[in-house]
C-alpha cells in the first residue's frame, strides 16, 4: 500500500530533551515536506527536499533540521524542544512536479507533539 | 508575498444543500496549482482536488467542483449535495514554482459543519 508513515504518532516531552519524528514513504517520491499545524494558521511549512542530499528551509525552520540520506526517508529533529514548538506535525511527498503530474502531496497521519 | 486566504473560519450547511468555501490567492508566477484538501475530526489530510493555472475548465471531482476565477484570483471550493461526512476543515493550497523547486502554501483552513 502506497503510503507516507511518521513515528511517534504522539509524544510527550520536556524542554530541551532531543527528539526526532521520522517519516519514510514507499512511493519513490523525490519530494517530501514537514508542516506543522496551529489552529488559526492552517499548515507552515518548515523544511523541504527535492531530492537525496537536497534540502531548502520553509517558512518557519527555526528550532528544527531535517536530513535526506535516502530518498525514501525525511526525519525532523528537534535538537532543543522549547513549549512553542507544541504542535501537530505532518510530513509529506511527491512526485516531481511535470506537465503530467500535479505535485499533489501526500500526507503522512501527522504526529502530535507536545512540549513541557 | 505569495499568499492564500480564506476568510471564512467556519461555515454551517443544511444536509444537501450545496456550500461555497471561498479561497483567494495572491502570486505572481504564472504558473502555479491550486489545491483543496479536506481534514476530517480524525486528522488525516484528503487530496479533493486540483486546478492548474492554464486550465480554461473549471476542474471537477464528483461532488466537488472548483470555481476558478483567474482574474480575480480567486478559486473556491463548491460542495454538492451536502453529505455528514463532509463535516470536516477545508484548506485551500497553493503550488508555486516547478520542475526542481516548488512548494505548497497552505490557507488558515475553514470548518463545515453539515446540520442533518
Known amino acids: 500500500e502506497a503510503q507516507v508513515t511518521q513515528n511517534p504518532r504522539y509524544l510527550i516531552t520536556v524542554t530541551g530533551k532531543k527528539l526526532t519524528v521520522t517519516c519514510s514513504q514507499n512511493m519513490n517520491h523525490e519530494y517530501m515536506s514537514w508542516y506543522r499545524q496551529d489552529p488559526g494558521l492552517g499548515l507552515r511549512q518548515i523544511y523541504y527536499s527535492m531530492n537525496v542530499e537536497v534540502t531548502d528551509k520553509g517558512d518557519v525552520p527555526e528550532g528544527y533540521k531535517v536530513s535526506r540520506k535516502e530518498k525514501r526517508n525525511f526525519p525532523l529533529i528537534l535538537e532543543s524542544p522549547s513549549p512553542n514548538q507544541t504542535s501537530l506535525y505532518f510530513c509529506?511527498?511527491?512526485?516531481?512536479?511535470?506537465?503530467?503530474?500535479?505535485?499533489?502531496?501526500?500526507f503522512g497521519e501527522g504526529s502530535r507533539l507536545t512540549v513541557l | 508575498a505569495q499568499k492564500i486566504t480564506q476568510t471564512q473560519p467556519g461555515m454551517f450547511v443544511q444536509e444537501k444543500e450545496a456550500v461555497t468555501l471561498d479561497c483567494t490567492y495572491d502570486?505572481?508566477?504564472?504558473?502555479?496549482?491550486l489545491f483543496w484538501y479536506k481534514q476530517p475530526s480524525s486528522g488525516e489530510m484528503i487530496f479533493l482536488i486540483y486546478q492548474g493555472s492554464y486550465d480554461e475548465q473549471n476542474a471537477t471531482e464528483g461532488r466537488y467542483s472548483l470555481n476558478f476565477q483567474k482574474a480575480r484570483k480567486s478559486a473556491n471550493l463548491v460542495i454538492s449535495a451536502s453529505q455528514l461526512g463532509d463535516s470536516a476543515m477545508y484548506f485551500c493550497a497553493m503550488r508555486v514554482g516547478m520542475d526542481s523547486s516548488y512548494k505548497l502554501i497552505f490557507g488558515s483552513g475553514t470548518r463545515l459543519l453539515v446540520r442533518p
Open positions: 502570486t505572481s508566477d504564472q504558473s502555479y496549482g
Open positions: 509529506a511527498s511527491s512526485f516531481e512536479v511535470t506537465q503530467f503530474l500535479t505535485g499533489e502531496l501526500f
